[in-house]
């Protein structure tokens, strides 16, 4: 069973390129948080959202309730972006996607 | 400085002998939890907590316990590791409310079990 579908898993971008995650969940939700883990294994929410649009620096986060999709995007992407980023939905529980693992090459 | 700390941070064990995973958060926050994260399956929750003396399952509890005995602290404890019980574990805390759950992650616990 897979509640939280991401795509694609891997992503490789020149510098500069607009980047989109995409999210797709079959659960209801409280919230959607996309997180960003780094090579070294830490991890960092990024966003939380619940509905409509959030925009922190060049990243910004969308959801859509009814079709139950979220996206990521990335403008004007660079090499310090690179790391995988996890969508991840909650009721009390939560659940996530295996993750997209984005490479930024100068 | 708000943070999660977990120890030991890396830890090669043999089969069958009990370990405890230490997470602390000095943030006051009534949510914690237990993930571990596996190649090809991502994060997966093992258990959580939605307060002091309130644990729950989650996806994957089976071999691990938990307890919640201060708001501060919730040890992972596996009785009786398996080699399956390899991963990376992360502990992770939140304030809760409706509208407000944002996850404060510890920095991971590289767990191997011969």
């Known amino acids: 069973k897979n509640e939280v579908e991401q795509s694609p898993q891997n992503l490789t971008a020149q510098e500069g390129e607009f980047i989109t995650i995409n999210c797709s969940y079959s659960?209801?939700?409280?919230?959607l948080h996309w997180l960003q883990q780094h090579p070294g294994g830490g991890i960092v929410s990024l966003f939380m959202?619940?509905?409509g649009k959030k925009k922190h620096g060049r990243l910004i986060a969308t959801i859509n309730i009814q079709e139950k999709h979220s996206s990521l995007h990335i403008t004007a992407s660079h090499p310090r972006d690179s790391a995988v980023y996890i969508c991840a939905v909650t009721g009390n529980q939560f659940y996530f996607g295996t993750g997209t693992s984005l490479t930024v090459i100068p | 400085e708000a943070q999660v700390t977990q120890n030991p941070r890396y830890l090669i064990t043999v089969t069958g002998k009990k370990l405890t995973v230490t997470c602390s958060q000095n943030m006051n926050h009534e949510y914690m939890s237990w993930y571990r994260q596996d190649p090809g399956l991502g994060l997966r929750q093992i258990y959580y907590s939605m307060n002091v003396e309130v644990t729950d399952k989650g996806d994957v509890p089976e071999g691990y316990k938990v307890s919640r005995k201060e708001k501060r602290n919730f040890p992972l404890i596996l009785e009786s590791p398996s080699p399956n019980q390899t991963s990376l574990y992360f502990c992770a805390s939140s304030l809760w409310t409706s509208s407000y759950n944002e996850q404060f992650f510890g920095p991971g616990t590289r767990l191997t079990v011969l």
């Open positions: 659960v209801g939700i409280s919230a």
């Open positions: 959202l619940s509905s």
